[in-house]
């Protein structure tokens, strides 16, 4: 038989309780081995990511890993990418630890010091139960699929995210499902009626100027490279075709009347040239003669939606960094 003891008294207590229980050894005498009264103190372990970009150079790894281990940390897993012939190396870290050993300052302070060791482009650290989540804005025209595919995956805790507001260029009726579900959940919806004079962007910057990045969910506005300036951080778009392929609108129908085999979806960063920047991922579905232009359409809004909820969590997920400007590495 063993005990769980807190504290001097309470143990003190037993062992009078057991002197009067048979447990007594002549005389009244009681004795309770050492080994049965014990503390238990276990905490569950903190889960932290480390990306890193920067030149290559022998003992990055070594490096990191002793940074990590030093604290009482380890190492879960480590992906590393250095390309050929260039000067260049990328990493992602996934690791545990104890927040009482490696309080969030200290650990701040020891990975700014390994990015000045070795001139880091990017250095990133992220802890997911401790850090705030990111805020975003969704932008949406009329399709509601990867709006509403957002919101049920937000609802459903399988994307580490905050939805600060939803921002449209159309009306939505109170009574649609979309509507119902913003103010249950009270996420604010604003629609900015635009026109090809004024796209309301001084608006918009305000609406968004506390996120931490944007996402368009089939939002059919270009944004200006003005806008993309003032606003100065990341912005996910989805695109219902499978880039470089079926650029512009309605790539579905180009699809369909190039008579493809595959069709795609592609999630990339928005530049200021229309569907051309830095792609996060792509997801494809073979169709054949015997589809349609409705069965196209469906299939591709479907790839969409598993598109876009995917380039969002791997970006939250810091498993994206950008790769000589036009590419990505993805983790």
Known sequence: MSFIIRGRRRAFELLKSNSCSGFGRGGGESFISRSSITTTTTRSPTHGIHVFHCPDDVGIVAKLSECIASRGGNIQSVDVYVPQKKHVFYARSEFVFDPLRWPRPEMDEDFRKLSELFGAVKSVLR?????????????????????????HAWQDGRLPVEITCVISNHERGPNTHVSRFLQRHGIPYHVLHTTKGNKREGEILKLVENTDFLVLARYMQILSGKFLESYGKDIINIHHGLLPSF?????????????????????????????????????????????????????????????????????????????????????
Do not use: W
């Open 127 to 151: 802890v997911p139960d401790l850090d705030p989540k990111y805020k975003i804005a969704v932008f949406a025209s009329k399709q509601d699929h990867c709006l509403v595919d957002l919101l």
């Open 247 to 331: 650029k512009g609108g309605n790539p579905s129908k180009q699809a369909f009347d190039a008579g493809v085999k595959l069709i795609g979806a592609t999630s990339h960063f928005v530049t200021e040239e229309l569907d051309s920047g830095a792609i996060i991922e792509q997801m494809v579905e073979r169709v054949s003669h015997r589809d349609n232009l409705l069965s196209f359409v469906q299939k591709s809004e479907n790839l969409e939606k598993q598109c876009l909820s995917k380039a969002i969590k791997s970006y939250c997920e810091l498993r994206v960094l950008p790769y000589e400007g036009t590419k990505t590495v993805v983790f």
